[in-house]
T-cell receptor, first 115, second 110 residues
Framework: DTEVTQTPKHLVMGMTNKKSLKCEQH?????MYWYKQKAKKPPELMFV???????INESVPSRFSPECPNSSLLNLHLHALQPEDSALYLC??????????????FGDGTRLSIL | GQNIDQPTEMTATEGAIVQINCTYQ??????LFWYQQHAGEAPTFLSY??LDGLEEKGRFSSFLSRSKGYSYLLLKELQMKDSASYLC???????????WGAGTKLIIKP
């Protein structure tokens, strides 16, 4: 069990669907991250939030839309995804964006399949 | 550009010792993390090195040489549950993003 909780664990959706991935942490961390991970590859950073403000957007297509409603929650809204978007989506958190010595804590991820 | 190299796959025997190497060439450096990731699961934090030398944590140790751009993770008394991918990641000093290696898949045989 991890201290970062992601739901759902699995998601299958069509290319025209709209769905959301959710992430929650109660460690008081102020930095939260979305990563995409393909099989046998390292995680690829998508978005970073610091104190509920979007700090980094790694040129992610607009069909992915992040949202940080409060310091404990992070959402990733999905719309009109492509088959190549099928991957494991990981949420992570860390104490502060600038505290580089603090590790990121990961959730178990949502395995997303696009039909 | 940023580059981190790790072996793709290693095999070791239960009860033995294995060393997983990581070399990096990055434009900045603020520390190096090692994570363990079992198939289909989240990466879990193992160790962090910012100064040269060896950090020991139970059966796992991690070493860093900043001048050589080199780190290794040493796993002792290997257990079957240690079968996983091991990723090294460099924390950049410019924006604190992590630059990830591709990971080393470690297979433990009885």
């Amino acid at each position: 069990d991890t201290e970062v909780t992601q739901t759902p664990k699995h998601l299958v959706m069509g290319m025209t669907n709209k769905k959301s991935l959710k992430c929650e942490q109660h460690m008081g961390h102020r930095a939260m991250y979305w990563y995409k991970q393909k099989a046998k590859k390292p995680p690829e950073l998508m978005f970073v939030y610091s104190y509920e403000k979007l700090s980094i957007n790694e040129s992610v297509p607009s069909r992915f839309s992040p949202e940080c409603p409060n310091s404990s929650l992070l959402n990733l809204h999905l719309h009109a995804l492509q088959p190549e978007d099928s991957a494991l989506y990981l949420c992570a958190s860390s104490q502060e964006l600038t505290a580089s010595y603090q590790p990121q804590h990961f959730g178990d991820g949502t395995r997303l399949s696009i039909l | 550009g940023q580059n981190i190299d790790q072996p793709t796959e290693m095999t070791a025997t239960e009860g033995a010792i294995v060393q997983i190497n990581c070399t990096y060439q990055t434009s900045g450096f603020n520390g190096l993390f090692w994570y363990q990731q079992h198939a289909g699961e989240a990466p879990t934090f193992l160790s962090y090195n910012v100064l040269d030398g060896l950090e020991e944590k139970g059966r796992f140790s991690s070493f860093l040489s900043r001048s050589k751009g080199y780190s290794y993770l040493l796993l002792k008394e290997l257990q079957m549950k240690d079968s996983a991918s091991y990723l090294c990641a460099v924390s950049m000093d410019s924006n604190y993003q992590l630059i990830w290696g591709a990971g080393t898949k470690l297979i433990i045989k009885p």
